[in-house]
């Protein structure tokens, strides 16, 4: 794995859970890092002073990611600070809520694509004239095994939209190989210790879905933060237009 000292990188969603670990993992290989949240503060800015410690640079950026102008804005802050920036880790999304086809009003269908593509294409498209093409830059955006799998019932929307987070992974490597710029996903199955199952997997449902897993044990946000960290890594490698699956072999590719 190649060395991340003195990168500067731009995590969006890190208030808690994967964003968070990948955050963390990204400063503790030494990145200088932007990190953005919309809810809270308050853990990353613990982060920030470790840091501000380890005499790395850091920011914390609160934007609406689904808001053209607040993605502008949010990312020439970013660079303003930075100047330029040889890893993009898009993160941002969410389940919402679970519904079922019947239920699926069109309000929720564009919220949810807001939340999982919108904010992706949109963070995508404002840092790209700032990301390193000499010496290559590496951009990591994290989808789902329900991308693979269309998930459990009542995500359907939410499995389609990480679905195509992969298509678009593989399309974007393609149109910026040229320009230096390595493209790749990670899809994460069971991670435990985060908002998403606390809120929308009830204990029993989780138990039953560590069951199936051939390891036998949920993941946890580090498990994804770790391959994060070795994409980011690859910003003059060879790995492009590639999916790392996460889920202790629920999904084999």
């Known amino acids: 794995m190649r060395t991340l000292i003195g990168k500067n990188a731009f995590v969006t969603g890190t ?56 993605v502008k804005d949010c990312i020439k802050s970013g660079v303003d600070f930075m100047g330029s920036f040889d890893i993009l880790v898009n993160n941002s999304g969410s389940l919402v809520k679970r519904s079922f086809v019947g239920d699926i009003d069109l309000g929720y269908w564009k919220t949810l694509i807001d939340i999982n593509l919108t904010t992706m294409m949109l963070a ?36 389609t939209c990480k679905g195509a987070v992969l298509t678009w992974s593989r399309s974007l490597a393609k149109e910026l190989a040229s320009k230096n710029i390595r493209v790749n996903a990670v899809a994460p199955g069971f991670i435990e210790g985060t908002n998403f199952h606390k809120v929308h997997t009830t204990r029993e449902s989780a138990l039953k879905t560590i069951a199936s897993i051939p ?36 999904y084999c590719a």
């Open 124 to 159: 995508t498209r404002e840092i790209l004239p700032y990301m390193n093409v000499e010496t290559g830059s590496s951009i990591v955006n994290i989808s789902s095994l329900a991308g693979r799998t269309g998930g459990h019932p009542g995500s359907l929307v939410y499995s």
């Open 215 to 250: 390891l036998g044990w949920s993941g946890n946000p580090e498990d994804v933060a770790r391959a994060v960290v070795f994409l980011a890594s690859e910003y003059d490698g060879f790995i492009t237009g590639e999916t790392i699956d996460i889920n202790g072999g629920v």
């Open 15 to 70: 208030s808690q859970g994967i964003g968070y670990s990948i955050a963390k993992g990204l400063i503790e290989a030494g990145c200088n890092i932007c990190m953005h949240y919309f809810h809270s503060d308050e853990e990353i800015l613990k982060l920030k002073k470790i840091a501000e410690g380890n005499n790395q640079t850091a920011i914390v950026l609160k934007a609406d990611l689904t808001n053209e102008q607040n």
